[in-house]
């Protein structure tokens, strides 16, 4: 099993190399900023075959209804 540190950096690592630093970075305060339960949003929308852009442009989508 991974440790957090490593799941983190993998997972910043993934983000910045589908979007960019800056998208990157947007994407995390757009989570963060907003009353968003990702875990429930994921189980009702999330299609395993989107792109790391894609899922973003959905998240953010969800989050301007809530």
């Known amino acids: 099993m991974k440790t ?3 799941v983190k950096q993998e997972g ?8 960019g630093y800056v998208d990157a ?3 995390i305060v757009l ?3 907003e009353p968003f ?3 429930k949003w994921r189980e ?10 894609e899922l973003s442009q ?6 301007k209804n809530l």
């Open 25 to 27: 970075e947007r994407f």
């Open 12 to 19: 910043m690592n993934a983000l910045i190399s589908k979007l």
């Open 58 to 63: 959905k998240a953010m989508a969800y989050s």
């Open 31 to 33: 989570l963060s900023r």
């Open 44 to 53: 009702q929308h999330l299609d395993n075959n989107l792109s790391v852009r």
């Open 4 to 6: 957090d540190t490593i």
């Open 37 to 39: 339960d990702y875990t």
